[in-house]
């Protein structure tokens, strides 16, 4: 009975079922402030507020917990692609962020998502 079912499978027009690839929906309503504490191995955390602008622009705003540091403030551009926002330097580095929905998660040089039980750190949330 087992060779009789090969037989037929090998004979058949059987094909794998394919994998759907993942959609991706575009976030196209992105504009706006977001808030979160970012962690540090420095200090507790930094407080981060990064603005997004349609015209391409954004502002990014960093206060360290502490209050001893001095915060950081920068303004520039970014580009959007595949809901993945693109901060580049001048000095070639450059700093990625994963747009969702109400949502803005800090990705790592690869473009990654932090995973594990600290993820939900790198968040920032829409106000």
């Known amino acids: 009975?087992?060779?009789?079912?090969?037989?037929?499978?090998q004979e058949s027009e059987f094909k794998a079922p394919v994998q759907m690839e993942r959609e991706?929906?575009?976030?196209e309503d992105f504009d706006g402030d977001y808030y979160g504490i970012l962690?540090?191995?420095?200090?507790?955390?930094?407080?981060?507020?990064?603005?997004?602008?349609?015209?391409s622009t954004y502002t990014l705003?960093?206060?360290?917990?502490?209050?001893?540091?001095?915060?950081?403030s920068e303004k520039g551009r970014f580009t959007l692609s595949d809901n993945i926002i693109t901060i580049s330097y001048n000095t070639g580095n450059k700093r990625y962020f994963l747009?969702?929905?109400?949502?803005?998660h800090s990705l790592d040089k690869n473009k990654n998502r932090v995973e594990g039980i600290y993820s939900v750190?790198?968040?920032l949330i829409k106000q």
């Open 39 to 55: 962690p540090s191995s420095a200090v507790a955390g930094i407080r981060t507020t990064l603005i997004l602008r349609r015209d």
């Open 61 to 72: 705003n960093m206060d360290y917990t502490d209050n001893k540091s001095k915060g950081v």
């Open 1 to 9: 009975m087992f060779a009789q079912g090969c037989r037929w499978l």
């Open 121 to 123: 750190y790198y968040t």
């Open 24 to 27: 991706i929906k575009i976030i």
């Open 99 to 104: 747009l969702e929905d109400g949502k803005v």
